[in-house]
T-cell receptor
Framework: DAGVIQSPRHEVTEMGQEVTLRCKPI?????LFWYRQTMMRGLELLIY????????DSGMPEDRFSAKMPNASFSTLKIQPSEPRDSAVYFC??????????FGPGTRLTVL | AQKVTQAQTEISVVEKEDVTLDCVYE???????LFWYKQPPSGELVFLIR??????QNEISGRYSWNFQKSTSSFNFTITASQVVDSAVYFC?????????????FGAGTQVVVTP
């Protein structure tokens, strides 16, 4: 079975532009997570979904960030407008209840 | 408040030495899970182990072993006879029933550097 798929792997954009990150979870997993990793803050959970429903978005830094999961096999994380401080590696992960989470390869975002 | 503490920022060893990574957690739940993940230089996060709060048996998998002690709220990880390929950042994480199992709360990570 394929692992968690994320696209793009790298994104370079200019401040103010909209950025959309995409994730395809592992088939059969009912949890999907978005994390952000920076040197300063480490790994932070931004939001997670259970059965396509957002359960906890308390980690989303501000209204510029939004996430959707229209179906069990696809999720997006959008930043609009982007700012240089959003530069980070964004990971998507999927899993089953109380189980291990399997991480995608990450998207390295650079906002100039 | 930080619920998972990895006090060691970086550990450097010479190949074939053993290395132990400390993890101390904090929770009020009686039911919880603990995890270890590895992040090699390539950047992906690799799952290593999951342990539930009711199972205090130590576990060994090849050169890896884990020591879970509820009395001290610790879940330490030992790499025996380290190899250069073990060089990575290792994260300890906690999942609590109070969060409906959804959240993995990660420690800050410990960088392990193994030199030949």
């Amino acid at each position: 079975d394929a692992g968690v798929i994320q696209s793009p792997r790298h994104e370079v954009t200019e401040m103010g532009q909209e950025v959309t990150l995409r994730c395809k979870p592992i088939s059969g997993h009912d949890y999907l997570f978005w994390y952000r990793q920076t040197m300063m803050r480490g790994l932070e959970l931004l939001i997670y979904f259970n059965n396509n429903v957002p359960i906890d978005d308390s980690g989303m830094p501000e209204d510029r960030f939004s996430a959707k999961m229209p179906n069990a096999s696809f999720s997006t994380l959008k930043i609009q407008p982007s700012e240089p401080r959003d530069s980070a590696v964004y990971f998507c992960a999927s899993g089953r209840q109380a189980g291990e989470q399997f991480f995608g390869p990450g998207t390295r975002l650079t906002v100039l | 408040a930080q619920k998972v503490t990895q006090a060691q920022t970086e550990i450097s060893v010479v190949e074939k030495e053993d290395v132990t990574l400390d993890c101390v957690y904090e929770t009020r739940d009686t039911t919880y899970y603990l995890f270890w993940y590895k992040q090699p230089p390539s950047g992906e996060l690799v799952f290593l182990i999951r342990r539930n709060s009711f199972d205090e048996q130590n576990e060994i998998s090849g050169r890896y072993s884990w020591n879970f002690q509820k009395s001290t709220s610790s879940f330490n990880f030992t790499i025996t006879a380290s190899q250069v390929v073990d060089s990575a950042v290792y994260f300890c994480a906690l999942s609590e029933a109070a969060d409906s199992w959804g959240k993995l709360q990660f420690g800050a990570g410990t960088q392990v550097v193994v030199t030949p």
